[in-house]
């Protein structure tokens, strides 16, 4: 290995933010969450369970809120991070 002027090649490292290492955070994943609400839609007004999983729950509203989707929801009756504690709780699914 060849050293110039005696000194050995050092790794040089930029201490910018955009090339600094990313931070460990505590955050959880919020992805692997999962909510069960009651809802309700116009053509069977009884009302059933829906899963839904959190990183899709930010679409299934804009669905409602466009009218895409005739859906009504209620009350959150179960928050998890178990996929198939959701799934057996729910009688449809948005995951």
């Given at each position: 290995?060849?050293?110039q002027n005696g000194q050995r090649n050092k790794r040089q490292t930029c201490s910018c933010p955009e090339?600094?290492?990313?931070?460990a955070t505590s955050l959880p994943d919020l992805s692997k969450v999962f909510r069960v609400y009651e809802a309700t839609d116009?053509?069977?007004p009884v009302p059933f369970r829906l899963a839904v999983s959190l990183e899709r729950?930010?679409?299934l509203l804009a669905d409602?809120?466009?009218?895409?989707?005739?859906l009504r929801?209620?009350?959150v009756v179960l928050e998890t991070r178990e996929r198939t504690l959701a799934r057996t709780m729910a009688e449809a699914f948005f995951m």
């Open positions: 290995m060849a050293h090339h600094a290492a990313p931070l116009p053509f069977h729950e930010a679409r409602i809120d466009c009218g895409r989707r005739l929801l209620g009350p």
